[in-house]
């Protein structure tokens, strides 16, 4: 679960989460979009907070929020932030696919593949786009 209000372990939690935002944010400009990306904590008061990825491009998309009930490595945050961040844009956009595999026009997904955050194209058994942070 998510540390405590303002213990160390918190802040250390948030600060994986800003890292991981930074990098996906080149993602989104180098998908020529030029909205604000950032990360809103809601403490509900229940066990663990809310953490949620946002886009805001005139408008702000709604998400699901990142899951704060499993332990966070580098990687497991980038996939968290783009899948989270992803949703939020596609909320604004509605009806449009972010971001979109070059190769196949489809969809692209957040994963964990090789030990790595990349971005994963679904098509004819699936392939690797990009890494996370490092949009084509």
């Avoid at 783009?82 to 692209?108: E, K, R």
């Avoid at 990349?118 to 084509?136: K, L, P, S």
């Amino acid at each position: 679960p998510l540390p405590a209000p303002r213990s160390k372990e918190r802040t250390s939690y948030m600060d994986v989460l800003e890292r991981a935002l930074r990098v996906v944010e080149a993602d989104v400009r180098a998908t020529g979009l030029d909205g604000s990306v950032d990360l809103i904590l809601y403490d509900w008061g229940g066990p663990a907070p809310s953490v949620y990825a946002v886009y805001c491009g005139g408008g702000s998309g709604s998400t699901v929020g990142i899951d704060s009930g499993q332990p966070l490595d580098p990687v497991r945050a980038l996939v968290a932030v783009a899948d989270d961040l992803q949703n939020s844009i596609m909320h604004i956009y509605w009806g449009t696919v972010w971001p979109v595999c070059p190769a196949h026009n489809l969809g692209a997904h957040a994963r964990r593949h090789t030990k790595a955050a990349v971005w994963w194209c679904n098509h004819d058994g699936g392939h690797v786009i990009a890494a996370i942070g490092q949009w084509i």
